[in-house]
């Protein structure tokens, strides 16, 4: 997992020269397309499974997409939300989070909006619980942040997939969301809202069911047996799964009102959280 933030620089011979386990972790986390990270497009049995499924439920969210389906607020409420000034809203003591204790919770701040590098362990913005290197000079690896295989792959297995899936139709959304803005078409406001509401009696949008998902991956990931306690990288991939959170109502919310510069400036925020959360 260290060279996550290095995937799309990744050779093909670099690739190949890692053990089968690396392997794996490259390519599950290059197929879940972090949006800045040279995105393809999906393949045409993708794109054909996901037109079908999509069809499915625009018909279902034209009857239903009601107030009683989406939170029903005040605009008033949201004002700094609809400016775009989400990195500092008020979080509400994270009462509306996925999971409460992520970084800024237990720090009282927050990381930044988007997290372009590895976190420095010399950092006192982030080395909040000390370094537990085992050599003076740093040579050694963090015994802090050691997470067996036996741990991880399990993981995997029951979390990768709908992450993954939740990453890809986050992509997509935001190109419907585009097409809504020029249009306005109602076709294309119940198509975006098909990705972000969830119907009743039905199985949530996968970048809904991806949002837990992603915590309960980060906690297995990043929970390491020789700490005791939770680590600062798993409050930081936690703080940016509810960032993820937190822009995917906002979007619902902005469809809802039928007000496209808002519901854009909430998926490039949910981008920003998708891409610091790898």
Not at 200 to 213: H, I
Not at 242 to 254: L, Y
Request: proline share 7%; aromatic share 10%; charged share 20%.
């Amino acid at each position: 997992l260290g060279f996550w933030i290095d995937l799309p620089l990744l050779h093909s011979s670099r690739l190949m020269k890692m053990n089968p386990s690396l392997q794996f972790v490259v390519v599950l986390l290059t197929a879940s397309q972090a949006f800045g990270w040279s995105p393809t497009a999906p393949s045409a049995e993708d794109a054909a499974g996901l037109v079908s499924r999509r069809q499915a439920l625009i018909s279902s969210v034209a009857s239903t997409l009601t107030a009683a389906t989406l939170v029903a607020t005040p605009p008033s409420a949201f004002a700094s939300e609809i400016a775009g000034d989400y990195e500092n809203r008020d979080r509400k003591s994270n009462k509306d989070a996925v999971i409460r204790e992520d970084y800024y919770y237990m720090m009282g701040k927050s990381p930044p909006r988007s997290l372009n590098g590895p976190l420095r362990m010399d950092d006192p913005q982030w080395n909040a619980f000390g370094s537990c290197e085992t050599a003076e000079s740093g040579a050694a690896s963090n015994s802090c942040t050691y997470v067996s295989l036996k741990q991880r792959i399990p993981a995997y297995s029951k979390y990768g997939f709908s992450i993954s899936q939740g990453a890809k139709e986050f992509t997509l959304l935001g190109k419907t969301l585009k097409e809504a803005a020029q249009s306005n078409s109602e076709e294309a406001w119940r198509k975006a809202a098909s990705y972000v509401v969830t119907l009743p009696q039905t199985p949530p949008p996968p970048p809904v069911d991806a949002l837990l998902k992603m915590v309960l991956f980060a906690s297995s990931m990043l929970t390491s047996p020789n700490y005791n306690g939770p680590s600062r990288e798993l409050l930081v991939a936690r703080f940016y799964a509810n960032e993820a959170s937190f822009a995917t109502k906002e979007i619902a919310r902005a469809i809802e009102a039928r007000d496209a510069e808002r519901a854009l400036a909430a998926w490039d925020f949910g981008k920003d959280s998708w891409n610091s959360f790898f």
